[in-house]
T-cell receptor
């Protein structure tokens, strides 16, 4: 079965870059996603990458995908206090529609 | 982007009562909606897949008689927690994707259920 893992916690200083890592086991993943969840709120899609891509950049966000190692990362440049939240990576499989398998989430704390 | 509206955002109910949570796709049609449950400080776990016009598909360990799902139209799925117990207290989130095959899943804002 599929398994998605993330480290639990990351602390950075405001202005630094944050890198959140994620590993997955299912090589048939088609899309990989990063979601942000603020306390008590739903999920906000930050970005996603198709499995045949290596990198995707969107403003302060850079997603790197190493398909060989099944490793996904999210880099947030110039991290702000408003970036403090839980970040979930998720994968979808071919023919599974929009069903996602989530990692456990990484709590990002940004110190002023 | 597409919008999925989930209602209510939070609800408190007494043990033994039932609670209905609605998930609506506001500007697109969704043949499939997904219901997830999130325990405190944990990830989201898929509970069931809601299929328009047919029975829902439940994940292993999820009681279908307790968590009733109805997907009567292409824009509405409901999750009813029947005979709620305190251990049902959780954060429930739905998601939907468009029928045109767009892979992006759009999430509702979630419902925090507290059973007292």
């Amino acid at each position: 079965g599929e398994d998605v893992e993330q480290s639990l916690f990351l602390s950075v200083r405001e202005g630094d870059s944050s890198v959140i890592n994620c590993t997955y086991t299912d090589s048939s993943s088609t899309y990989l996603y990063w979601y942000k969840q603020e306390p008590g709120a739903g999920l906000q899609l930050l970005t996603y990458i198709f499995s045949n891509m290596d990198m995707k950049q969107d403003q302060r966000l850079t997603v790197l995908l190493n398909k060989k190692d099944k490793h996904l990362s999210l880099r947030i440049a110039d991290t702000q206090t408003g970036d403090s939240a839980i970040y979930f990576c998720a994968e979808s499989m071919e023919n599974a529609g929009n069903m996602l398998t989530f990692g456990g989430g990484t709590r990002l704390m940004v110190k002023p | 982007g597409a919008v999925v509206s989930q209602h209510p955002s939070w609800v408190i109910c007494k043990s033994g009562t039932s609670v209905k949570i609605e998930c609506r796709s506001l500007d697109f049609q969704a043949t499939t909606m997904f219901w997830y449950r999130q325990f405190p400080k944990q990830s989201l776990m898929l509970m069931a897949t809601s299929n328009e016009g047919s029975k829902a598909t439940y994940e292993q360990g999820v009681e279908k008689d307790k968590f009733l799902i109805n997907h009567a139209s292409l824009t509405l799925s409901t999750l009813t927690v029947t005979s709620a117990h305190p251990e049902d207290s959780s954060f429930y989130i739905c998601s939907a994707g468009a029928v045109d095959g767009n892979t992006e899943a759009f999430f509702g804002q979630g419902t925090r259920l507290t059973v007292v």
